[in-house]
């Protein structure tokens, strides 16, 4: 059945179109930019082969020519996006030059607000996440650490931009979704909130709540999340 493998392969390892034929009238590219417009405008569900058939102009069953599995179109997707990272020679400071990469994945991710949920290692090893993966390396050659802990870094810090990123996504897409204003939830959650904590049945709430009353910087949580990240990695001192 069309879609369906019995063993396990890597899209990448596999020629650009399978069977014979005349020449392949889509490339990769071709298919994974007809999926990215799709997930842009109607969400990852939205993306079918029927779907992408039908912007590429072309049967559902000849795609399977191309992509034998719906797996496969979210790699293509991954990788297309992935050629948005702008690969710069390294300045020398590797926590500079890691926090403008998580800086940057956050913003393809705020572009492709789909991408998130494709954020997986099963996806990490197409060319353009090996050509980053490979800078990230690069970037982190002042750091005197093995390896092994430079790719735990790596993927560390691809974690908390990914859950950071993923929840500022799903916050934006239930704002626009309610009937009234942000502005207007929040008055309400943070009165109901303030009656909760004067009970006194919260003495350390009420206690970080005086301590700091103000709107959260979640920009500064954000970086400072990053630098902690980094911290971790950091030699002694």
């Not at 082969?49 to 069953?61: D, S």
């Not at 993927?155 to 950071?164: D, E, I, K, P, R």
């Not at 004067?198 to 700091?212: C, D, I, Q, V």
Request: hydrophobic letters at 40%.
């Amino acid at each position: 059945m069309a879609g369906k493998a019995s063993v396990p392969s890597v899209i990448w390892a596999r020629p650009e179109r399978t069977g014979r034929g005349p020449r392949p009238a889509f490339t990769r590219a071709d298919i994974a930019a007809a999926a990215v417009r799709i997930a842009d405008d109607g969400g990852l569900d939205a993306v079918s082969m029927r779907h992408v058939a039908a912007e590429l102009g072309c049967g559902t069953m000849s795609l399977y020519n191309y992509v034998p599995r719906k797996e496969d179109l979210y790699e293509l997707m991954i990788d297309a996006i992935g050629a948005e990272h702008e690969i710069r020679a390294p300045s020398g400071d590797w926590r500079a030059d890691m926090i403008r990469n998580a800086l940057e994945t956050r913003a393809i991710m705020h572009r492709h607000t789909w991408a998130p949920r494709l954020m997986s290692g099963v996806y990490g090893f197409s060319p353009n996440s090996l050509r980053y993966l490979e800078h990230c390396l690069d970037c982190l050659a002042p750091l005197d650490a093995p390896y092994g802990e430079k790719m735990e870094l790596v993927a560390l810090l691809n974690g908390v931009v990914t859950t950071y990123t993923a929840n500022e996504i799903a916050t934006s897409e239930r704002t626009r979704s309610m009937p009234w204003s942000e502005e207007e939830e929040n008055a309400v959650r943070i009165a109901y909130l303030g009656g909760q904590v004067a009970t006194g049945a919260y003495p350390r709430l009420a206690a970080a709540f005086m301590e700091s009353s103000g709107p959260i910087d979640l920009e500064g949580v954000f970086r400072r999340a990053l630098e902690r990240v980094l911290d971790a990695f950091a030699p002694a001192r």
